[in-house]
């Protein structure tokens, strides 16, 4: 096919639409303005880099992250076969090392023949045929051509990441490895345990601690599930024991009982050097991040190899701007990844694989892909596509999106493994009676 199609932005979404679209023989060229240009968030300049955390969350089937796995794998999917290459324990849920991950990916594109990485910063819409999946934080007088071109005032929000601290500099005799109630057989966390003076102190210096962004927010200026550690602890002074913090499944071995807090450390690296605060996202200043999260038992002397930051993120007001294809009306030009308001990793993976297939769809003549409705994937598009939605904000997939089951089961885990048992069914009907959707295996 000798058509080229223009994808803006190599990040999750971006490299997954570009592999998808090589596949199936489509020349690409991929644009991405690092390392001319770094981000807010970024640090390196590889593709497809985890700014935020290094989790790709649940694989558990019953669960609607687990379930979107499944769905991209029937779909042949690129980056989670990445991911899973590059897995650091991390008990139920996908996490990476970071660097790894990267690496691999941008191998792959660097290798793919069809695909033409361009280091340049794109300032203006590109004509179509075109994805523009630059990502949240992507060059302002690019978000400016978007806005012009969708309209919309409500197209931002507030994002934090979490502090990464030397696996060196922590005290082991204080912290315990263990995943709650001991899903794996070795233990995939690290648990700092807090008794309740602790706490009770550490809620203290938190919420009294300077912070870089020195105002209160508004609820609707933070994605929930981004919230700055010390703003979900105005909320309440227990906010973060029932939430972040929360002993529950865990055991301190010097005491023999459930502790009254815990803060989890999860791994960022094959090789477990480092490790990053679940649930820390910040908006406090360097200085006082040292202070306070040294308050934490076990990282007394712990040195932080990443301070957490706040970053600006945009997104498009999708359901009054988009078409049902993610395509700015009138145009060939589609928007994918975070920028759409499909918010988290794998979302953005999906988001850059269903760009592909429709892009494709669009070249080669076949009807748009409708994804069933039943599905993690297809609900979250329907949800991000409909003009009926109302104040639209970021959104993870999630059961709460999908159309409810005819006589559910009343047992919740239950439940939930009959929507994905229909989810799976309902897409598998749909790519048999669509092939053409699919990459044919080696040798077929």
Same mark, same amino acid.
């Given at each position: 096919m000798e058509q080229v199609v223009t994808v803006v932005g190599a990040g999750l979404a971006g490299c997954e639409c570009a592999l998808q679209l090589a596949r199936r023989g489509v020349r690409v060229r991929l644009f991405e303005q690092r390392?001319?240009?770094?981000?807010?968030?970024?640090?390196?300049?590889?593709?497809?880099?985890?700014?935020?955390?290094n989790s790709l969350k649940s694989t558990k089937p019953d669960t609607a992250a687990g379930l979107l796995k499944q769905e991209l794998d029937r779909l042949g999917c690129e980056l989670l076969a990445c991911a899973r290459d590059c897995a650091v324990p991390a008990g139920g849920a996908l996490a990476v090392d970071r660097t790894r991950f990267s690496a691999e990916v941008t191998s792959r594109v660097e290798s793919e023949p069809l695909i033409e990485l361009v280091r340049e910063r794109v300032c203006s819409l590109p004509d179509g045929p075109a994805v523009v999946a630059a990502g949240p934080l992507c060059a302002d007088e690019l978000f400016e051509a978007l806005r012009r071109a969708v309209g919309g005032a409500n197209m931002s929000f507030f994002d934090a990441a979490a502090p990464i601290v030397d696996a060196d500099t922590l005290d082991r005799s204080v912290i315990f490895e263990q995943s709650r109630y001991g899903e794996t057989a070795s233990g995939d966390y690290l648990n700092?345990?807090?008794?309740?003076?602790?706490?009770?102190? =550490?809620?203290?210096?938190?919420?009294?601690?300077?912070?870089?962004?020195?105002?209160? =927010?508004?609820?609707?200026?933070? =994605?929930?599930?981004?919230?700055?550690?010390?703003?979900?602890?105005r909320t309440g002074h227990d906010s973060l024991r029932f939430g972040a913090l929360k002993p529950v499944g865990l055991t301190d071995p010097r005491t023999g009982r459930r502790p009254w807090a815990a803060v989890q450390l999860r791994a960022e690296n094959a090789d477990r050097t480092a490790y990053n605060l679940v649930g820390f996202q910040t908006n406090l200043t360097w200085p006082e991040q040292r202070r306070v999260f040294r308050m934490i038992p076990g990282l007394e002397h712990a040195e932080f190899l990443r301070y957490g930051v706040m970053h600006r993120n945009s997104f498009v007001d999708s359901p009054h701007a988009l078409g049902l294809t993610f395509e700015i009306p009138g145009t060939s030009v589609?928007?994918?990844?975070?920028?759409?308001?499909?918010?988290?990793?794998?979302?953005?993976?999906?988001?850059?694989?269903?760009?592909?297939?429709?892009?494709?769809?669009?070249?080669?003549?076949?009807?748009?892909?409708?994804?069933?409705?039943?599905?993690?994937?297809?609900?979250?598009?329907?949800?991000?596509?409909?003009?009926?939605?109302?104040?639209?904000?970021?959104?993870?997939?999630?059961?709460?999106?999908?159309?409810?089951l005819e006589k559910a089961p009343r047992n919740k885990a239950e439940k939930r493994a009959t929507l994905a048992r229909r989810a799976l069914e309902d897409l598998d009907g749909y790519l048999a009676a669509r092939p053409e959707l699919l990459v044919p295996e080696a040798g077929e």
């Open positions: 390392p001319g240009h770094a981000s807010p968030a970024h640090h390196t300049a590889g593709l497809a880099e985890l700014v935020c955390s700092c345990p807090m008794e309740r003076e602790e706490y009770d102190a =550490f809620m203290e210096a938190l919420l009294s601690a300077e912070r870089v962004i020195a105002r209160d =927010f508004e609820q609707a200026d933070l =994605f929930c599930a981004c919230q700055p550690v010390e703003e979900v602890g589609r928007l994918a990844g975070q920028i759409t308001g499909t918010e988290g990793y794998v979302e953005a993976i999906a988001s850059g694989l269903l760009a592909a297939l429709n892009t494709y769809c669009e070249l080669t003549g076949l009807e748009p892909v409708r994804l069933p409705r039943t599905g993690a994937l297809g609900s979250l598009v329907a949800y991000a596509t409909d003009p009926a939605t109302t104040g639209y904000q970021p959104m993870h997939v999630n059961y709460g999106l999908v159309p409810p």
